[in-house]
């Protein structure tokens, strides 16, 4: 009878020692916006855009990203074609921009009401904080352990 008991009381410790490091084992790609808000889950292939007011042409620009494998690949600038002119871009058409970059920042303090969208989601920039004055976004990869507990923190994603 004895023997019984501590048997299954091997279980529960097993399960709890089994969640634990698989939290560790177990990353996650996330979508890291300065040291305010929470992190988000994100997969290969889903679309951000950063929407801002143009400061000299006071235009509203959309840039259209793609997130794939910890990096985000810029391939859609949309705004007037004056400040596509500005940019350097000579077509409006989808595709007009192609770079990669690994992560970009945004002055806090910056005029353009800079807006970040992922699904439904909108981020306001200035509202994320950072230490220098400039709000860095960045892709991670952390493990499922950090992910919970960073969610806590900074709060739910809600995903």
């Known amino acids: 009878m004895g023997y019984r008991i501590k048997r299954f009381g091997l279980y529960p410790i097993l ?13 996650l790609q996330v979508l890291v916006v300065g040291t305010q808000a929470p992190f988000i889950k994100v997969r290969n292939g889903e679309i951000l855009i950063l ?38 871009i000579e077509k409006k058409d989808l595709g007009n921009v192609q770079m990669v970059v690994k992560e970009f920042s945004i002055p806090k303090e910056s005029t353009g009401n800079h807006v970040l969208i992922l699904r ?13 004055g400039s709000v860095y976004i960045r892709i991670k990869k952390v493990p499922l352990l950090l992910y919970t507990f960073y969610s806590i923190r900074r709060g739910r994603d809600g995903r």
């Open 15 to 27: 399960c709890i020692v089994f969640l634990y490091i698989s939290g560790f084992l177990v990353h």
């Open 51 to 88: 929407k801002y007011i143009h400061s000299m042409y006071g235009v509203e620009v959309l840039e259209s990203m793609r997130i794939e494998n910890g990096l985000f690949e810029i391939f859609h600038v949309s705004t007037s074609e004056a400040a596509l002119e500005y940019f350097g």
């Open 120 to 132: 439904k989601r909108v981020l306001k920039i200035n509202e994320c904080g950072d230490e220098d």
